[in-house]
């Protein structure tokens, strides 16, 4: 009964297969007909033309996605608690080379557009300051949130107004997306999202990620940063093969939304407990240490996440009876 | 009949099966029972105690060795011709933050000592220049030759004495080794490597390489570097598990060997047209545009390296038709 | 009337009289007669064996010491409003290769042994997150005031306890030596502190700044990081002979003095209006739009410090009528 | 009698009485009358509008430069003799966070055409390869020779082709003009230069040198890494007011002169021994090592450049006697 992580869930029978079928030698690095057909795959489900680089993990798709919308000399805004500043031990210093993270505060892993503007009056018009060159939000954020299309919209008009990229961390977008039934559209390039770090490996993939583009300028050199960065596979096919798998009859979004709902079992029966809205797939929840010791000597292996509070993440193949299993424990410590 | 690269050949069906045989729920990163046995598989294969990381690629694994062993403001040695130097877009100038690579020549990808001292010879000893920290040698080389653990060693005396680290990027490690029907150790850390690329994905893998560590005073740094260019895989388990797959019953010499009798025998075909001794599983012929059309418009697959010369690399895999067919039409052209 | 900044002062007769005495031809770089007593000269200031580099800017001086203290893939502890963090355009981030600074809070710019531990305790020990390798204090801070010998060492033990460096930004060090009338050794390396920057340009130099090494295995990495970022001047001498002039008979701290008794004199007439207790050189006043506007009207010249607030800031050479006619304006507002 | 380097010689009055000039409380960093006067300055001199930064070394120019016209994942194509290849301890890579710097052979320092477009032509086109983005020519070169406004405009005319930018450094671009007797606008723009480190420490400076920009979109972005790499100096009007000093009545070329015909007498006197042509004022001379000992016995001082040769650099304020002798000594080694 492992509530861990989603990120260490097993892969999803689709995949395994989809890696079966390319498996016959082919031609290397991303010319193979998986890889090729990624872009039209998702422009598809973007509505529009976008230009897509599968790597192995988020932490390399954001880097990229960084690197190419700030220079080493500026700054990126982003949530205190982001990933990018927090988990990555420093993988956005490394790709931009060296530039600086600004903290914004807000509930739930989200920043309003006062809260960025906040930050962004601060930051003194002079080459003694890195000036901010691109915001980074994530959603779902790490605390099973989700920005609404108004919301992003919200933010992209501040960003582009100033001339400001815009990135969206989305190690978790299928359960954002599953949470708002929004086309994917809605909640990226037209609310003004240049990249986007679309995660697949939490959501049932085993070693993919893809990164979209919905500004063409900022393709090129992202290709050479990928394989400066030691991630452009020779095999790329496998990794094309994941991604292609999990699109085909939308089963990223049945993933998420199976998970989403095992939190939202979970939810109701942590009641008065919950930290945060329940709108992902991870439910963080009050508890006191006898709690917590109680819980795990049942046989639920989950986080602790700073004092008297406890993350319990739901992977897209949790078993019911892991989620209903949890549930009743939470209820029982009423 | 592709003969452009072992690198876009299939995954083994051992490697398939490793897969499917992680594939459940577990730890996340490299907390895995596959990661972490990983030190012992190799240290009882290297007959000494090694710290091993899982990366990707090729590119990555030699970013962090060189990482390990040459500050930003140094240099490191190499063969004009070394993959870290033209065909991994500046990985290791991103890794090591800036470090220069000094070049030295040598036929067939091989340098020699005296090579060597004549490059340290030329760096005047004052903070001007980049001064030598590492030096780094492919085994088997670009041009599928390969250094006999004396001449590993010849170098490794000067890398020792002169304090330079010492990193052997073997992506075809396991061609050089069934050639020379070495023991690991001696083509290693008992002629003084500090750190090896051990290269799977060319010989039967899909997306994981192994980069060991003789000196365990270079890991603990690694790890974080690891993170850091993100390649730290949440799902470990299932790059841990290819290349266990791959060390057991010695399935990565087995690869080898075979990809090798399949050079020799194409060799063989090939006779003066060889430009470099073939000592692993690659061939370089002298073929004039006459005869590289003839062997394409028979079906063949495979790069020009240069004027009037070809390149054919033969996989782990690769049928003995291509094999027999390819031999034929070699002899055919004489 | 200026009060902007001691960074725009005169340069003091003594050393632009040391320019001239140096002014024939000589030895490049760092090996003439000048730079090569350095070390010497601040061993005896400091009364211990030393290691000096001249550099020609604060920022350049910092992040050689924080580069020489922090890898890559660390982080440095500093205050949210320091010099490193604000007003150098991320240098600390191009020196290091991108290391993070993690920002502790505390009053008058300095932080305490609590904070130094909460943000220590908040960073989790695993390879996601950049683990502290060093911390850095300003003395004076930014906003005047000045950290005790028992303060520093304080912090000291903390960074040595934890195997953390420890450097401190001496800008203005010439100021809190002063108000504190103790030994330079107290404030330094006997309180823990492994590197200082030396500030002499704000106190009368014109282009020179003193890296001070008090742990020699520092150094070595030091003079290639300097010559890398071009900061070994060919003319050294010019920079060796600013800093040796105001080394001699107590220069640096007779101008330190001067300016921080005009900041005292101010500040009594200040009043209740200051900001922060006035320690070094610098006085923070509560000032309305309209007493702003007066100020300014009377010809004097200041910047504002955030909302209803504007700083002062002293030169060792500012002139007895600048600060009397200043106090007077002030005690005018009452 | 020493010959051993220009950028160890005196200071001109002319710059000292300037510093003089200049020393009085001011604005700080670069908003002072003689900084803001610099781009005015230098756009009469190159007969178009240029903006100008100063920096305190040629190291720092040039690495300013080369970051403003490649980025990190690129490439830049220099002599292999150039400075920024061996003098700089990799300053390139740091400022441009580490592209490749490709090397070219070419006698006396210079690089032809074929030259390059023989070096443009070997890097495959793809991801694997740094791409060039920027050639880096030196004039006058290493070794005392100058191209034309015909050889660098040729040069441009490859680099405006291909899209790369074009960087001169100039370390001694006096001399070269001074040479030449052209218009400092021939040997620059016209000729398809984007930026030049115009050197003058070496030419009669003490701590400036300009980093002259044809091209109006390069600057911004240099602003700050000028900032970010501890180059903006506080008291920056001491920077400006050296180089607008030797601007003024042409000082810098009558400075140039002056060392050029020193070099030309020498130059005779040494006749067949001459390594290159003597074009600016280096001069390289073949010499056996019993008649570098007897040089030396005789007082002057220089560097073995070499096996068999030495280089000997006549300062812009070399004495007479000093060269008289010089010439005298060679004279009579024949």
């Known amino acids: 009964m492992h509530f861990f992580s ?72 982003c949530h205190r608690d982001a990933h ?26 989200k920043f309003t557009p006062n809260a960025l503007n906040g930050c962004l009056g601060a930051v003194r018009n002079d080459v003694h300051r890195a000036q901010p060159h ?14 609404t299309p108004a919301e992003v919209a919200a933010l992209g008009a501040i960003a582009h107004e100033r001339g400001l990229g815009f990135h969206m961390d989305g190690a978790r977008f299928a359960n954002a997306v599953a949470h708002l039934g929004c086309a994917p559209a809605e909640l990226t390039w037209k609310a003004g999202v240049d990249i986007l770090s679309f995660g697949f490996v939490k959501n049932g993939g085993m070693s993919a990620e893809a990164l979209v583009f919905f500004r063409p300028d900022l393709v090129e050199a992202s290709r050479y940063r990928r394989k400066r960065a030691g991630h452009l596979l020779s095999k790329g ?31 109701q029966a942590a009641g008065q407990r919950l930290v945060h809205p329940v709108e992902a797939n991870e439910v963080f929840v009050k508890l006191s240490a006898e709690e917590t010791a ?6 639920f292996g989950f986080y602790d996440w700073g004092e008297g509070q406890a993350r319990f993440v739901i992977s897209y193949d949790q078993s019911h009876s892991d989620i209903e299993a949890l549930s009743a424990a939470l209820d029982e410590l009423k």
């Open 237 to 267: 096919r496998y990794s094309a093969a994941q991604i292609l798998a999990m699109l085909k009859d939308d089963l990223w979004l049945r993933h998420a939304r199976a998970a989403n709902e095992g939190a939202q079992h979970i939810a």
């Open 84 to 109: 990018v500043q927090n988990d990555e031990c420093g993988a956005p210093e490394l790709y931009t080379h060296g530039a600086k993270l600004l903290l914004v505060d807000g509930p739930g892993g």
């Open 294 to 299: 109680s819980l795990r000597a049942q046989g």
């Open 134 to 147: 691109a915001i980074s939000i994530t959603n779902a954020t790490e605390y099973g949130c989700v920005y």
């Open 6 to 77: 989603d990120n260490a869930a097993s892969v999803c029978p689709e995949v395994m297969a989809a890696l079966d079928r390319v498996n016959s030698a082919d031609i290397s690095y991303d010319a193979d007909a998986a890889s090729q057909s990624m872009d039209a795959a998702f422009s598809e489900l973007f509505e529009t033309d976008v230009t897509v680089l599968w790597v192995t993990t988020g932490t390399a798709a954001n880097g990229l996605a960084l690197a190419a919308l700030c220079p080493p000399h500026g700054a990126i805004i």
